[in-house]
């Protein structure tokens, strides 16, 4: 018995480890003929749900991810057509990288033309290595394939087996529908926790649309005609209450019917192209303007008059198909303050998956639906609803600021992606600081518009609190005209390093407080280059085996960092949680800090370092040389990945993986010191 449970165990953690193996993209080949000498191997990518595969393009070190690269062997008996031919992809604009990055998402197929040189049958081998991310990690992997060719016409099953580089080529994608055997590589699948990222961003939009439709309520062409419209089913007797039922059911239904017509009219591809090309970009700032002016009561938009006369005209059919009918009136007269509002949750929406729009107008219907239904299930409360008044116009002028506040964001996308220069961190700020200290005087009844009623504003406490929030916001904003971080705002605002004026970095260079202090360095870094470094000054390594011998010399635990030059989550880890002082002065004080770049293809180990691993890998790059070690050390292969061990290499705490929880970041630190200094030694 005492067998069989250790046996489950050994099992048991076996399985946690692999499980940790993360492989989201799964690679097949195999053969199209195009005639007796010219063949064509075609490399299909199938990618997880919301990882992307990355393009051949090439980039700085650090100003982008990896590319995929084909690499073959020594060839004999043919000869290689051109370049690689890449499908069109998706060019998205990155704020980590700050420009326009080509990625493949679901599936890519990369094609290559050989040609025949002889009549014997011919072995292509090779390796295709390539990166991919999501939103949380990012891992890097190589696939071996190999294509069995024959002089004449007869192809054999293509099947897998090294690395370097093929010249990248751009051209849509075309596959042949010809028939020959595919095999496919078998990567382990990873444990689907890993892929909630997407699902977690749609039910966000999903609440933020639920919020829209809240707020859409309480606009003057909506929150009057909740008391109107349930009197009318209350006049029905006992059929009132399904009449509720079918007219709630009826505005979901015609919302979520547009963002279906949205989802069919703009693809995947289109949203693509929205959320980074200029012209849309730009279009979206001035529709956003205009929502504006129209809520600041400038002028009104609405729907043309025939259109809701011929649906008040259908009212009079009774039954189902005259609520039917009424709910479609009051979607349309309602058009002028929620027209805006609607407007916003679809321009969200188009930007993203397909599922987008859909998911938004279903949130913001919904809302937007259960008063007029719910009031009819308990008219009791109609009595304790506010009066309308002209508190109902502010609502429709404080959604006003907001639609101007969010107009900047679609004009700052095409500035960094084009390097207008427009938008500086501090312009976008000093615009917003201004945007919001309007809307609090406004509020304060100090600012008048064209609907306002000329009575004197009256202090109710949710307009007192409304108050205190926006000041109290405005004055966040201020230190970020100095370089504060503002963190919970930073996806919004333009990246740090548009900001002309930065206090912090001008104080840490006058006070020379770089990094920690020289008792965290005890030797000279090896492979100390330019191209690996740590973030906000901070001194370290880049050598496993050295940060294991600096650590026993200095007696602190090590802090090891599986990063990457291409890993985008990598770097915000380090902007939003490293930054952070408490992270800071634990890592300066506490720790020898090694950084394992995973992806680097450059540095090259000393000859005498050179090892092959179990699976017959050679590992001559420190690139590899970091791969292997988090792979078969700690079972892991995604990045951004941190470990704290001691002098011998020992595990002291739980790894942890992308997380921007702060407090718990300072935790797995303190966690780490504690059980270096609680650990058994041995004399």
Not at 426 to 448: A, C, D, P
Request: with cysteine; glycine share 8%.
């Amino acid at each position: 018995m005492k067998l069989l449970f250790v046996v489950i165990l050994v099992i048991a953690g076996f399985t946690k480890a692999q499980a940790q193996i993360l492989e989201p993209v799964k690679w097949s080949f195999k053969v199209n003929r195009l005639n007796d000498t010219l063949a064509e191997l075609q490399f299909n990518a199938a990618v997880q749900p919301h990882w992307h595969l990355y393009s051949q393009k090439k980039y700085p070190v650090g100003e982008g991810p990896l590319p995929t690269e084909f690499t073959y062997d020594k060839l004999s008996g043919a000869e290689l057509i051109g370049k690689v031919i890449e499908p069109k992809g998706h060019d998205i604009y990155d704020e980590m990288f700050e420009h326009k990055i080509k990625s493949y998402d679901l599936k890519a197929t990369f094609l290559q033309k050989v040609k025949i040189t002889g009549k014997k049958p011919v072995r292509i081998t090779g390796t295709v290595s390539f990166q991919s991310c999501d939103d949380t990690q990012c891992t890097s992997g190589e696939a071996p394939f190999a294509f069995e060719l024959e002089g004449a016409k007869t192809i054999l099953a293509s099947t897998p087996a090294k690395i370097d580089t093929s010249d990248t080529a751009k051209a849509d994608e075309k596959v042949k529908d010809t028939s020959a055997k595919e095999n496919t590589s078998t990567p382990a699948i990873a444990n689907n926790d890993e892929f909630t990222g997407k699902n977690k961003s749609l039910l966000w939009f999903f609440l933020q649309a639920f919020g829209w439709g809240l707020l859409a309520i309480l606009t003057p062409c909506v929150f009057p005609m909740i008391p109107m419209t349930v009197s009318y089913f209350m006049k029905s007797g006992s059929k009132g209450k399904v009449q509720a039922i079918i007219y709630g059911l009826s505005i979901i239904a015609i919302y979520v019917i547009f963002g279906v017509l949205i989802s069919l009219l703009f693809g995947a591809d289109f949203g693509n192209w929205l959320s980074t090309h200029w012209i849309p970009n730009i279009l979206f700032f001035i529709i956003f303007v205009v929502f504006a002016a129209s809520f600041f009561g400038y002028f009104e938009i609405t729907i043309p008059s025939w259109l809701v006369n011929k649906s008040v005209q259908n009212e009079d059919k009774g039954g189902v198909m005259g609520t039917i009918f009424m709910a479609l009136t009051l979607v349309l007269v309602s058009f002028s303050c929620t027209g805006p509002i609607v407007g916003t949750v679809v321009v969200q929406a188009v930007g993203g998956q397909v599922i987008k729009p859909v998911i938004g107008m279903l949130g913001f219907s919904l809302a937007f639906a259960i008063p007029f239904t719910l009031f009819a299930f308990f008219p009791q409360w109609l009595n304790k609803m506010p009066k309308s008044g002209g508190w109902l116009n502010s609502v429709k002028v404080v959604l006003g600021f907001i639609e101007l506040a969010f107009a900047l964001k679609f004009l700052n996308v095409p500035d960094q992606t084009y390097h207008w220069g427009i938008l500086d961190r501090e312009i976008y700020l000093g615009l917003w600081i201004v945007i919001f200290t309007m809307m609090g005087f406004y509020l304060l009844g100090k600012i008048k518009f064209p609907h306002d009623s000329e009575y004197p504003v009256v202090k109710s406490f949710p307009r007192l609190m409304l108050i205190i929030a926006t000041f109290g916001f405005v004055i966040y904003l201020i230190p970020g005209l100095w370089g504060a971080p503002l963190k919970g705002i930073s996806g919004w605002l333009p990246p740090s390093e548009t900001q002309d004026f930065d206090i912090n970095a001008i104080v840490r260079e006058n006070s020379g407080r770089s990094g920690q202090s020289e008792g965290s360095i005890s030797e000279v870094p090896k492979y100390n280059n330019s191209a690996l470094k740590l973030p906000h000054g901070l001194k370290g390594y880049f050598d496993y085996d050295q940060a294991l011998k600096v650590s026993k010399d200095l007696k602190k635990p090590i802090f090891v960092d599986f990063t990457g030059h291409g890993c985008t989550n990598c770097r915000e880890m380090e902007n939003r949680v490293w930054s952070d002082p408490e992270v800071l002065k634990r890592l300066r004080a506490n720790y020898v800090i090694v950084a394992l770049y995973v992806d680097d293809k450059v540095i090259e180990l000393p000859k005498e370092e050179w090892y092959t691993t179990k699976e017959g890998r050679e590992i001559r790059l420190l690139g590899r040389k970091n791969t292997d070690i988090q792979i078969n050390k700690f079972g892991a292969n995604a990045q951004p990945y941190y470990v704290i061990l001691d002098e011998t290499g020992k595990l002291l705490v739980s790894p942890r993986a992308y997380n921007l929880d702060i407090d718990a970041f300072v935790k797995f630190l303190d966690d780490g010191v504690k059980a270096y200094n609680e650990r058994p030694t041995t004399k």
